[in-house]
């Protein structure tokens, strides 16, 4: 089956420095990623379209200047999250489609962000 | 009134038993309609996937859709402690956006 790889899988930074998380897609060209974050308890919120070789689509009220998505090749997205702050920490999860279609997503292992 | 409703839960049964999971929505334009499992501090993995209504089966795991009400549902039968996660339903309507619910965390007790 498709595997997306997603690194770090834990992080902890102090307030104000940035932050890269890198997503991969193993065995199947992504031409779109999605980006998510999760608060404890909470559902899966949709922070942005990551779009091979154009700019990311973000969804109303995530700041694109802050969340900065790069979708460079066909298998790799990176969001960095700029100038961290505390309530930045969140559990953070790429993932991908085969094909397009975003109903079968593939999603990372996700990555825990703690700010000091 | 958010447009997938999830009941989080904790829900707890013991191994062997079944187990049904549900989600209400509001939305009348959602045609597609998924189920993934969640394990602690992982990424989802899709369970099921239906289109529009009816049953779909595979393995010990049941999708059911009803769209007249509005409500869907996962049947795990023969439960097992590895079965224990979060259950997150999710749908997706004429928009294209893909909306989940809150999940519904399930523990089976040995």
């Known amino acids: 089956g498709a595997v997306v790889s997603q690194h770090p899988s834990r992080v902890i930074c102090k307030s104000g420095t940035s932050v890269k998380i890198e997503c991969r897609s193993l065995?199947?060209?992504?031409?779109?990623m999605f980006w998510y974050r999760q608060f404890p308890k909470q559902s899966l919120m949709l922070m942005a379209t990551s779009n091979e070789g154009s700019k990311a689509t973000y969804e109303q009220g995530v700041e694109k200047d802050k969340f900065l998505i790069n979708h460079a090749s066909l298998t790799l997205s990176t969001l960095t999250v700029t100038s961290a702050h505390p309530e930045d920490s969140s559990f953070y999860i790429c993932?991908?489609?085969?094909?397009?279609?975003?109903?079968?997503?593939?999603f990372g292992s996700g990555t825990q962000l703690s700010v000091l | 009134q958010k447009e997938v409703e999830q009941d989080p839960g904790p829900l707890s049964v013991p191994e062997g038993a079944i187990v049904s999971l549900n989600c209400t929505y509001s939305?009348?334009?959602?045609?597609?309609f998924m189920w993934y499992r969640q394990y602690s501090r992982k990424g989802p993995e899709l369970l099921m996937y239906?289109?529009?209504?009816g049953n779909k089966e595979d393995g010990r795991f049941t999708a059911q859709v009803d769209k007249s009400s509005k409500y869907i549902s996962l049947f795990i039968r023969d439960s097992q402690p590895s079965d224990s996660a979060t259950y997150l339903c999710a749908m997706k309507g004429n928009t294209g956006k893909l909306i989940f619910g809150q999940g519904t965390t399930l523990q089976v007790k040995p």
């Open positions: 239906t289109y529009s209504s």
């Open positions: 939305n009348s334009a959602f045609q597609y």
């Open positions: 993932s991908a489609t085969q094909g397009g279609s975003n109903e079968k997503l593939f």
């Open positions: 065995d199947f060209q992504a031409t779109t």
